[in-house]
């Protein structure tokens, strides 16, 4: 694993001379605050060694390094999932490579099921917490101590600090945010009726099929992440039947609001 992420970087840094603040995943439907990005470089992840290849309608699939708020980030446009046959360690390797290339937070986005009654579609959560119902975890296996401690301490998983400082940017800006409790799953399936039910009373917010793995591996190598989700279909009250293309499309109305919480909290990430 540690050469894999050395020859990985080494290739990268070759390519861009480029030392990034922010790591930033774009989920579905939200690849498009790259538009805000100032580019420096661009590398697609087929030509980047030991790199996975997206395989989802909807990601690009590529590092994107430039300005964002007058920062250095480098942002992945396209994730990998679980669900595309891949490892563990594969979907939270480019996360590993993100912090060798100097990344000192990891701002992540998914799209999710609402199960708070309160929630309606379109709405943005804030990730407060997060429930692994992976049925694994990207940690399983001989621990690597040069990347972080056998036992990662996990209380605070999502940082308060950016937490708080995403509302004062809502508030400022008039936009109205939600906050919660993720749940990860496989997938690829939506959630039965039933499963969101057990999920809610098991203490989640909203349920996805990403996120969870990256933000294990950010916290073990001592990474603070700042997490947002966009509630793109409910799961409880009024259940309509989801499909990939109306998840997309929810979550691309979204994003307006999505990319000045995160273009403010990067401009402001050093701060406090």
């Known amino acids: 694993m540690l050469q894999k992420i050395k020859q990985t970087t ?6 861009v001379n480029f030392e990034p603040e922010v790591g930033i995943i774009l989920g579905t439907g939200l690849g498009n605050l790259v538009s ?9 992840y087929s ?4 790199f996975p290849v997206s395989t989802v ?4 699939g590529q590092l994107v390094f430039g300005f964002l708020g007058g920062r250095k980030v480098v942002a992945m446009q396209g994730r990998f999932h679980y669900y595309e046959g891949y490892t563990m360690q594969q979907v939270t390797f480019p996360v590993r490579v993100m912090q060798q290339l100097g990344i000192k937070l990891l701002i992540v986005s998914n799209a999710s099921g609402g199960m708070n009654t309160s929630f309606q579609v379109g709405d943005i959560m804030v990730i407060t917490d997060h429930i692994n119902h992976f049925g694994t975890n990207p940690l399983i296996g001989q621990n690597i101590d040069e990347l972080g401690p056998r ?5 605070e998983a999502y940082d308060h600090r950016y937490v708080k400082k995403a509302f004062e940017i809502a508030e400022r800006n008039n936009i109205h945010l939600q906050k919660g409790v993720y749940i990860g799953v496989t997938g690829p399936t939506f959630e039965t009726p039933a499963e969101y039910r057990f999920f809610k009373i098991a203490g989640a917010d909203a349920v996805g099929m990403s996120t969870v793995p990256e933000v294990i591996v950010a916290r073990h190598m001592g990474l603070p992440v700042f997490g947002l989700s966009v509630i793109t279909d409910m799961g409880i009250g009024v259940i309509e039947k989801p ?15 999505m990319t000045t919480i995160v273009k403010e909290l990067v401009k402001e990430y050093d701060r406090f």
Not at 57 to 60: A, D, I, P, R, S
Not at 151 to 155: H, I, L
Not at 244 to 250: G, I, M, P
Request: one cysteine or more; glycine letters at 2%.
């Open 243 to 257: 499909t990939h293309e109306e998840v997309q499309k929810a979550a691309a109305a979204a994003e307006p609001r």
């Open 10 to 15: 080494d290739f990268i840094q070759q390519c």
């Open 36 to 44: 805000d990005i100032e580019i420096v470089k661009t590398v697609p």
């Open 151 to 155: 036992f990662p301490e996990m209380s």
């Open 47 to 50: 030509e980047i060694p030991n």
């Open 57 to 60: 309608q909807g990601h690009k």
